[in-house]
């Protein structure tokens, strides 16, 4: 399997059939198994074979096809599955650190990371410090032979900022420090963190992998020793288990991902390109416009795709960006992303609203900005749609 390109991989990678030899994967929605025998209960707790279970919380038939077929879109060793993202990012994280271990972590990151590194890993002893993470200099700086692990985001949100992996791990490795990175919006089509140099990578199942609104889900990748040896042991004693029917879904979702994604990207490129320079836009951030600031290593790290967010920073802030939001027509207000409907979200207010007003001034989370996921609908439809909405922002 691994020797298949991408798309066979996404339709038959990992795939278990029962013993009626169904075509479309089976839900096994159950908690349990049955053992034959005593004998065979006692064994299957000494050792659990590769086609053998125990417990739905420990692993499943559903659930384990999806881990086998991420995990060879990855290129990774092994995965496990994991409620939601949040779960596989704090378990990722909890799984391997204990008291007086160091952490360095870029300070650009999803709200509810940024919880995990700020509040509750700190609790337990483990100390954290923040670095602007596409300043390698900066994770040069704060290094320690006592740090532990590094956490990013590689593209970050909302602002678009690509972290570079590759340099990253090169620093974090030279004191040993585990790499785990957080690949939701670079997207596991358009970059393989594993091959980049990540020890760990997570993802967010709930955006592209669905990528139509319907489940939550994540899934931590990684070698085999860091599955099994550290992360298994976490997860399945503390509960974050992925139910086997969102596998199922996440699972069907795989089949149609390259196709999804690359479709979206190629709109969100369109639509950057005819938005730049528009008069009522402040900015227009987008990794795959030649105005990035980091062009080079979009290049390098992810084929010179932008993926499928775009930010739109509209002049007048608050009462503009609200005055888009509620023109449109077609993309809905809401705070997902890789859907195959487009959606909007005003950060400042929402997803970003827990930060004080420095945190986002130095994050860039300014009152006009807003986050665009762009979905599975006609591009001339969306840009109608938006190009309409940006006039409205602007009229008082
Ligand atoms: C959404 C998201 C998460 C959390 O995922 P859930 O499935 O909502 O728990 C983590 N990191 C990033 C970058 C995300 O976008």
């Known amino acids: 399997m691994s020797e298949w390109n991408t798309r066979t991989k996404l339709v038959h990678g990992g795939t278990r059939r029962s013993q009626y030899n ?97 509040n509750v890993l700190t609790r337990f002893g483990v100390e954290v410090t923040f670095v602007d993470g596409t300043d390698l200099d900066a994770w040069r700086a704060a290094m320690r032979p006592d740090t532990k692990a590094v956490f990013f985001e590689s593209m970050s949100n909302p602002t678009l900022e690509v972290i570079d992996i590759a340099g990253v791990a090169e620093i974090a490795h030279e004191v040993g420090a585990t790499v785990i990175v957080d690949n939701v919006f670079s997207t596991p089509v358009f970059s393989n963190a594993i091959a980049q140099g990540a020890d760990v990578v997570v993802y967010s199942a709930t955006k592209h992998i669905d990528g139509q609104g319907r489940v939550l889900g994540g899934v931590v990748l990684g070698t085999k020793e860091f599955i099994r040896g550290t992360f298994e042991p976490y997860m399945k004693h503390t509960g974050g288990a992925l139910s086997p029917f969102n596998a199922w879904v996440l699972l069907k979702g795989l089949e149609t991902i390259e196709l999804r994604v690359k479709a979206q990207a190629e709109s969100a490129q369109a639509l950057a390109e005819a938005l730049e320079g528009h008069s009522a836009l402040e900015r227009t951030l987008y990794p795959g416009l030649a105005s990035h600031p980091q062009k080079d290593l979009v290049a390098r790290q992810l084929g010179g795709k932008g993926g499928t967010v775009l930010s739109l920073d509209i002049k007048g802030g608050k009462d503009a960006a609200f005055r888009f939001l509620n023109a449109m027509q077609i993309a809905v207000i809401s705070n997902n992303l890789g859907d195959a409907k487009s959606i909007a979200t005003h950060p400042a207010t929402t997803t970003h609203q827990r930060l004080s007003d420095e945190q986002k001034d130095e994050l860039g989370i300014t009152p006009g900005l807003i986050r665009f996921s762009v979905g599975l609908e006609d591009t001339g439809d969306l840009l109608a749609d938006i190009t309409a909405a940006l006039e409205a922002s602007q009229a008082v």
């Not at 075509?23 to 086609?51: C, K, M, W």
């Not at 994991?82 to 360095?104: F, I």
Request: proline residues 2%; hydrophobic residues 45%; aromatic residues 12%.
């Open 22 to 118: 169904e075509v479309s994967e089976a839900i096994f929605l159950t908690q349990g198994f049955v053992y034959e025998n005593a004998e065979q209960a006692e064994a299957r707790f000494i050792e659990t074979g590769p086609d053998e279970f125990i417990y739905a919380r420990y692993g499943n038939p559903t659930v384990n096809m999806f881990e086998r077929r991420i995990a060879l879109l990855e290129g990774a060793e092994d995965a496990f599955a994991t409620a939601s993202g949040m779960a596989a990012v704090n378990g990722a994280l909890t799984s391997l650190l204990k008291a007086g271990d160091h952490v360095v972590s870029a300070k650009a990151l999803f709200g509810s990371c940024l919880y995990i590194l700020e």
